[in-house]
Each structure stands twice: as structure tokens, then as C-alpha cells.
């Protein structure tokens, strides 16, 4: 009875507050992003949020058992039921066993996933959001309206179904100006019956086309997994999982020897998490 009491408390506080850390989290993120992520179809935008909230909620989970093993440990001082645990045999060191469980199974959950759910991954599912939010603006650009993103301007004179008509279009030394253009979606446009003026070596060279299809790359090239940042984060991932046993450790031995009041329960989670976020990032810098 114990021992499942005490395997429940940690197990549901300490995902708990790794999951609401998560959500402030992403709660920064939909400021941020609030017009990305709502401007785009419900499906696209979940996927992203849940991709978040998972990966965040158990990088968070080291902090969450020490959440929670402080919080478990002071209950049981504050209820008065050490004394009583003790008297029927039970051992600090077999409630220690209790508390570590929960903490060894979340250590194998973060292991699990170690591989799959990554920050470099929460990175490319961001950047795949951004161009599908240009490529959605672009795509119900209205007439006469100029259009920027980074170091490209578009400008139509006029929209139908089959694209634009009298398009001004610049990215960095290059401008186009078309009859027509297409825009093909993931930063691809084709325009028909135009001029093309590029600047090479201080000289402006214009050429006329009939035809021509620019591939910006602009993020194309950097949307795709980078193997060193995935590496770093798989790594990151596997030190992390091997701090969750010694942070429910640490809080419930400490608590147990040293706290005697609420608010010294509370600055004593504090403490341990930026503690335990300080060092993760000293590993993430030295990866």
C-alpha cells in the first residue's frame, strides 16, 4: 500500500510539472508564433504542438522527479507518517527504494526516445511550419499588395487562378519582372514572358525569356536534418535520462534531512531545477 502510494505521487508529479514546464514553454513559442500557428490547417499545427509538448515533456522529466521527490518526502514529514513508517520496519533506505522505481521507469521512457524525439527534430518540424506559412502567404498574396519575406519582395498587379499577372519579383541582386508567374509552393516560382535583370561583377546584365524557373533554396537547403545537431541532441538526450535516478535522489534525501517548512520545500525545488538546467547547458556547449 505504501510503496504504491508513494510509486503514484511521484509518478503523476513528476510528469506534472515536467509537462507544465513544457507547456510555458510553448506557451513563448505561440506568442511568438501565434500567427504561424493558427494561421495554418488544424492538423498541420497540432502535429508541431504535440511534437513540442512530447519532446519537452521528457527532456523535463529529471526535473519533475525532483519535483516530485521533494514534494513526497516533505508530505510524509509533515503528515507526521515517518515515525510510523519506521515503527513497522520500514527503512529509509527501502523508502528511498520507492522513490527511485518510478524515477528508474522514467529514466527508460527518456532512454526510448532518446533517438526519435530530439531538439534537432523540434527544429526541422519548426522550419517545415515557417515555409509552409510562406508558402500559404505567398500563395493568397492579394493584388497590388508588395509581399517580404527575408531578402525577397514580390508585387502582382493582378491574381487568377492560374497565378499572377504583372509580377515584380527581387531576391538579393535578382529582379523579375513577368507577364505571368506560378508559384509552385516550397520556394519555387516559374514565370513566362519577362525580363530578368542580375547584378555580376558591379554590372547589370538584362535578359529577356520566354520561360524561366527560379528554385530560391532559401530554406530548402537548411530544412533537412543536420547529422552534428542531431548527434548533439541524441547525446544530449542519453546524459539527460541518466540524471532523473540522482535527482530523485538528491531531493528526497535532502528534504528528508534538512527540510522542515513549505517555502524551504519550494526554494528547494527551485534551486535544484536551475541547478539541474545550469549543467545541461554547460553539457550542451561542450558537445
Do not use: C
Not at 558591379?202 to 524557373?213: I, P, Q, S
Amino acid at each position: 500500500m505504501l510503496r504504491s502510494l508513494i510509486v503514484w505521487k511521484i509518478t503523476y508529479i513528476a510528469y506534472a510539472t515536467a509537462f507544465l514546464i513544457a507547456f510555458l514553454l510553448i506557451a513563448i513559442q505561440i506568442f511568438r508564433l501565434g500567427n504561424i500557428i493558427f494561421g495554418l490547417p488544424p492538423s498541420t499545427s497540432l502535429s508541431f504542438l504535440l511534437l513540442w509538448l512530447g519532446n519537452y515533456s521528457l527532456f523535463f522529466l529529471p526535473d519533475g522527479v525532483f519535483a516530485a521527490s521533494v514534494i513526497t518526502a516533505f508530505w510524509l514529514k509533515e503528515r507526521k507518517l515517518l515515525h510510523v513508517i519506521y515503527s513497522f520496519g520500514i527503512s529509509p533506505k527501502r523508502l528511498l527504494l520507492y522513490v527511485l522505481l518510478p524515477s528508474l521507469l522514467f529514466t527508460l521512457l527518456q532512454l526510448s526516445f532518446s533517438f526519435t524525439l530530439h531538439e534537432e527534430k523540434v527544429a526541422f518540424t519548426r522550419k517545415s511550419l515557417l515555409l509552409k506559412h510562406k508558402d500559404r502567404l505567398i500563395e493568397n498574396l492579394p493584388p497590388k499588395t508588395f509581399f517580404r519575406t527575408g531578402n525577397v519582395v514580390i508585387y502582382a498587379e493582378n491574381k487568377g487562378r492560374g497565378g499572377f499577372r504583372n509580377l515584380f519579383f527581387k531576391s538579393g541582386n535578382l529582379t523579375v519582372l513577368a507577364r505571368e508567374a506560378v508559384y509552385e509552393g516550397n520556394e519555387v516560382f516559374t514565370f513566362y514572358r519577362g525580363s530578368l535583370l542580375t547584378r555580376e561583377s558591379g554590372k547589370f546584365l538584362l535578359t529577356e525569356f520566354e520561360k524561366y524557373r527560379l528554385d530560391l533554396k532559401e530554406e530548402s537547403q537548411r530544412i533537412g536534418y543536420r547529422k552534428e545537431r542531431v548527434r548533439r541532441g541524441i547525446a544530449m538526450n542519453l546524459i539527460n535520462s541518466l540524471t532523473t535516478v540522482p535527482m530523485g535522489a538528491l531531493g528526497f534525501l535532502i528534504t528528508l534531512r534538512f527540510i522542515s517548512s513549505y517555502l524551504r520545500s519550494y526554494y528547494l525545488i527551485a534551486v535544484g531545477i536551475v541547478i539541474h538546467q545550469l549543467l545541461m547547458m554547460l553539457v550542451k556547449l561542450s558537445l
